[in-house]
């Protein structure tokens, strides 16, 4: 069983990897992987679904270079997320590694699933008559009113949630009204189950928002319409969870008649810049993160500032 460490350093048990999609996470963890006698913890939401592989950026064989990857297809894509049982995974996944003598490298951009694996975190239960009743108002009256709720009731989780995200706001009140606290109240502090070292990739806004528009470009010239069409056929649409993902959503719009698909493309692009700036904002609000330079410079040095920076922390 895992147990909080104290704040003395030692020699970090974990390596993370976090910061913005596109910013070169990936290729960062696998570097070090490969020099530690590392494996990869993923540690991105969408890309735990099966078949989720184009519009998630997720590695193949090739790119992973020999270095075993966990936590990749774990779910079908009708299958609503649960950061909880995603942290039971995860802390499975690190145990092991870590009583083989392998070092856990965990990466990816989705903030709360980082916090849910490395950080002190418990998940309130769930109420079903709660759940149903607030599923069916956001049904009827949509999430504005939802949002509006919340921000008398618990300002701060309004503020992190963004106001279309109905699925969201439903837990937050269920949450608010099984359990008589703010949302908030429940979100991890920085008390760390593991001795680790973060790593953020940082990359300047303007190169950052052209990798992400290269990127769209790159996955539908890499067939994502075609994926998007046959996980539509293996239930896409009726997932809560991955119907949302970016890019699929889009291309689940397009594919329906709702807009036309060099809309979906742009506004693909358009909503995955968004994305990068809130996952940014999660991660900076962490003073354990330490951040090195991403950009097109310092891309070939990455890995070895990484190293560099294990070493001092090792001998500090």
Same mark, same amino acid.
């Given at each position: 069983?895992?147990?909080?460490?104290?704040?003395?350093?030692?020699?970090?048990?974990?390596?993370?990897?976090?910061?913005?999609?596109?910013?070169?996470?990936?290729? +960062?963890?696998?570097?070090? %992987?490969?020099?530690? /006698?590392?494996?990869?913890?993923?540690?991105?939401?969408?890309? +735990?679904? &099966?078949?989720?592989?184009?519009?998630?950026?997720?590695?193949?064989?090739?790119?992973?270079?020999?270095?075993?990857?966990?936590?990749?297809?774990?779910?079908?894509?009708?299958?609503?997320?649960?950061? %909880?049982?995603?942290?039971?995974?995860?802390?499975?996944?690190?145990?092991?590694?870590? %009583? %083989?003598?392998?070092?856990?490298?965990?990466?990816?951009?989705?903030?709360?699933?980082?916090?849910?694996?490395?950080?002190?975190?418990?998940?309130?239960?769930?109420?079903?008559?709660?759940?149903?009743?607030?599923?069916?108002?956001?049904?009827?009256?949509?999430?504005?009113?939802?949002?509006?709720?919340?921000?008398?009731?618990?300002?701060?989780?309004?503020?992190?949630? +963004?106001?279309?995200?109905?699925?969201?706001?439903?837990?937050?009140?269920?949450?608010?009204?099984?359990?008589?606290?703010?949302?908030?109240?429940?979100?991890?502090?920085?008390?760390?189950?593991?001795?680790?070292?973060?790593?953020?990739?940082?990359?300047?806004?303007?190169?950052?928002?052209?990798?992400?528009?290269?990127?769209?470009?790159?996955?539908?010239?890499?067939?994502?319409?075609?994926?998007?069409?046959?996980?539509? &056929?293996? /239930?896409?649409?009726?997932?809560?969870?991955?119907?949302?993902? +970016?890019?699929?959503?889009?291309?689940?719009?397009?594919?329906?008649?709702?807009?036309?698909?060099?809309?979906?493309?742009?506004?693909?692009?358009?909503?995955?810049?968004?994305?990068?700036?809130?996952?940014?904002?999660?991660?900076?609000?962490?003073?354990?993160?330490?951040?090195?330079?991403?950009?097109?410079?310092?891309?070939?040095?990455?890995?070895?500032?990484?190293?560099?920076?294990?070493?001092?922390?090792?001998?500090?």
């Amino acid at each position: 069983m895992t147990v909080p460490v104290s704040a003395s350093r030692r020699t970090p048990q974990v390596i993370a990897v976090v910061g913005p999609t596109a910013a070169g996470k990936s290729d +960062l963890a696998v570097g070090l %992987a490969r020099h530690l /006698g590392g494996e990869i913890v993923n540690a991105d939401s969408m890309q +735990l679904y &099966a078949g989720m592989d184009i519009g998630t950026a997720k590695l193949t064989p090739a790119e992973r270079r020999g270095v075993p990857h966990h936590l990749l297809d774990v779910w079908d894509v009708t299958v609503a997320a649960n950061v %909880a049982d995603y942290q039971r995974l995860a802390r499975a996944e690190i145990d092991r590694l870590l %009583a %083989a003598g392998r070092v856990p490298v965990l990466v990816g951009g989705s903030g709360l699933y980082v916090r849910a694996a490395l950080d002190v975190m418990e998940f309130p239960g769930t109420d079903p008559a709660v759940r149903a009743r607030l599923e069916a108002e956001l049904a009827d009256r949509g999430p504005g009113v939802l949002h509006a709720r919340l921000g008398v009731t618990d300002p701060d989780a309004a503020r992190a949630i +963004l106001p279309s995200n109905g699925r969201r706001l439903v837990r937050a009140l269920e949450v608010i009204e099984i359990t008589g606290r703010p949302f908030t109240a429940h979100l991890p502090g920085h008390e760390a189950v593991y001795d680790t070292l973060q790593i953020g990739v940082d990359v300047a806004r303007p190169e950052l928002d052209a990798r992400i528009t290269d990127r769209v470009d790159r996955m539908w010239e890499a067939g994502l319409v075609d994926e998007v069409r046959a996980l539509e &056929a293996a /239930g896409l649409r009726e997932g809560r969870t991955a119907s949302r993902a +970016l890019g699929y959503q889009q291309v689940l719009a397009a594919l329906a008649g709702e807009c036309a698909e060099d809309v979906a493309r742009a506004e693909t692009v358009r909503a995955t810049k968004r994305f990068a700036r809130r996952q940014d904002s999660w991660f900076r609000r962490d003073p354990r993160v330490h951040w090195l330079g991403g950009g097109a410079a310092d891309r070939a040095e990455l890995t070895s500032s990484a190293l560099a920076l294990l070493e001092r922390a090792v001998t500090a």
